[in-house]
């Protein structure tokens, strides 16, 4: 599935994921704004901006996947 792109939060917390790996930043609130940028044209993102943003949110801030 290397590459396939859907529309859909699964496939945007994947990529979301990944992006957030490649990106060294300590400010949490720009470095998701930074991921954003790289998965400017990820469907989900396209399609559904403000949830995206609030799947991006609860990963970092509320189950502190990152830390």
Same mark, same amino acid.
């Given at each position: 599935? %290397?590459?396939?792109? !859907?529309?859909?939060? +699964?496939? !945007?917390?994947?990529?979301?994921?990944?992006?957030?790996?490649?990106? +060294?930043?300590? +400010?949490?609130?720009?470095?998701?704004?930074?991921?954003?940028?790289?998965?400017?044209?990820?469907?989900?993102? %396209?399609?559904?901006?403000?949830?995206?943003?609030?799947?991006?949110?609860?990963?970092? !801030?509320?189950?502190?996947? !990152?830390?």
């Amino acid at each position: 599935m %290397v590459n396939r792109l !859907f529309d859909n939060a +699964d496939s !945007f917390a994947i990529s979301f994921d990944e992006e957030w790996s490649n990106i +060294d930043c300590d +400010d949490l609130r720009l470095k998701i704004n930074k991921v954003f940028q790289r998965l400017s044209e990820h469907p989900f993102l %396209v399609s559904n901006p403000e949830n995206a943003r609030k799947i991006a949110e609860f990963r970092i !801030f509320s189950l502190k996947k !990152f830390q």
